[in-house]
């Protein structure tokens, strides 16, 4: 039902600051795609889990606090 629907042209309107995580081994939403979303959200910000696949929260639980934590506060100013 989905697979002809195609979002990338309404990523441009997000006018929010926006962090996209990606696991560089997530065959579901790969980094390929991750960067597709940070290329054209702008003011985005993009953070790769070199040891994880779709999941970075719970096989990098440490570095995905710490990424989060540290966007957070940019964006606090």
Same mark, same amino acid.
């Given at each position: 039902?989905? =697979?002809?629907?195609? =979002?990338? %042209?309404?990523? @441009?309107?997000?006018?929010?600051? =926006? ?10 939403? %790969?980094?390929? @795609?991750? @960067? ?37 506060? @940019?964006?606090?100013?």
């Amino acid at each position: 039902m989905l =697979t002809g629907y195609d =979002t990338v %042209p309404h990523l @441009q309107a997000i006018s929010c600051p =926006t962090l996209v995580l990606v696991g560089s081994h997530d065959f579901i939403c %790969p980094p390929s @795609q991750a @960067q597709l979303m940070h290329e054209r959200i702008a003011h985005s910000r993009m953070v790769v889990f070199e040891h994880s696949g779709h999941f970075p929260w719970i096989e990098e639980p440490e570095r995905f606090s710490q990424a989060v934590k540290q966007w957070l506060a @940019q964006e606090k100013g």
